[in-house]
């Protein structure tokens, strides 16, 4: 009878979903103690067309996850020119470039590592903010304090306040939408690069503020993150604006903005945590509410698992998917 009893627990337990007996983890997180990331400072994420997750931070080089296992890169061990890097995109042929903060650039194709800054290219300044490039293979590079270079076929050109519209000679963010304009954020608002020339953009009710983060979704709209004043949205016609008094935000310090698979928009704000917007509705993900180790996000990419892998300030890099983490390199 008891032998009876128990098998009927087990028919009983076997004939639920697997999905509802083991989920898959949600959160992870990876710091300069329980992994190969060589600082908490995330300020970038890169996953290349391979996969592979590049980790980039503010004071002590990059990491990069291959083949099961992390290998640091810095000043020491490399021909990196500075241990603290802003940015790092890939181009169509899978080059890394590499924006450091007092080293200039730094490109990687394959074994081949090289260095430009303003000794031996037409960089105007080696602290660099942003890189973009478009679909002609032009490098846009955002600088601190000397506006935008232009590296075309060879050849340098740098647009600054003297020879141009640049509203700041700072810019933290740039875009290559998919029209090939160029859009600049800088620290006295929106620009665009069009037709060799540089004008500011936007609408006048826009904030002129700092901005540090430009991405395009899926339907073409243009979202534009300020570092103190919220979030617009063009759509091709006209502006949208948000912020903490008008919309779901919990704060307007927005630092990083992706989009997933779903068009649905990523923000990472400094000292709010991570925040969800699928057009209508916004969801706050923190310290107090979920898993976030950390409230203080630099960035955000989406991988096309729609895992999404966080910079953060002070706990290292954060991989988050709501549907349960899938196919993250580093997360057995």
Known sequence: MKNAFYLSIICIFLSFPVSSVAQSRKWANFNAKNSGIPSNQVYSVLIDHKGDPWVVTLD???????????TKYNTKNSIL??????????????????????????????????????????????????IAIDRQENVYIGTSSEGLARLRLGKWK??????????????????????????????????????????????????????????????????????????????????????????????????????????????????????????????VYNSHNSELPDNNIFHVTVDKYNNKWLGTLAHGLVIFNESGIKNAGPVK
């Open 81 to 130: 020119p500075n241990n603290g890097i802003y940015t790092i995109v890939e181009d169509r042929k899978g080059s890394k470039w590499l924006g450091t903060f007092g080293g200039g650039v730094l490109k990687i194709s394959g074994d081949k590592w090289e260095v430009y800054n303003t000794k031996n290219s037409g960089l105007p300044e080696n602290f660099i903010y942003s």
């Open 158 to 283: 740098v647009f600054n306040m003297k020879n141009s519209g640049l509203p700041n000679p700072k810019i933290p963010s740039l875009l290559a939408d998919h029209n090939g304009t160029k859009w600049l954020g800088t620290s006295a608002g929106l620009a665009i690069y069009k037709n060799n020339n540089i004008m500011p953009a936007g609408d006048s009710l826009l904030p002129i503020s700092g901005i540090y983060s430009l991405v395009e979704d899926k339907k073409n709209n243009i979202y534009v993150g300020y570092k103190y004043a919220g979030l617009a949205v063009f759509n091709g016609k006209g502006w949208k604006y948000y912020c903490q008094n008008n919309s779901g935000l919990p704060g307007d310090n927005i630092r990083s903005v992706a989009v997933d698979s779903h068009n649905n928009i990523w923000i990472g704000t400094m000292g709010d945590g991570l925040v969800e917007f699928d057009g209508k509705s916004w969801k």
């Open 60 to 70: 002590s080089g990059f990491a990069v996850f291959k083949s099961n296992k992390w």
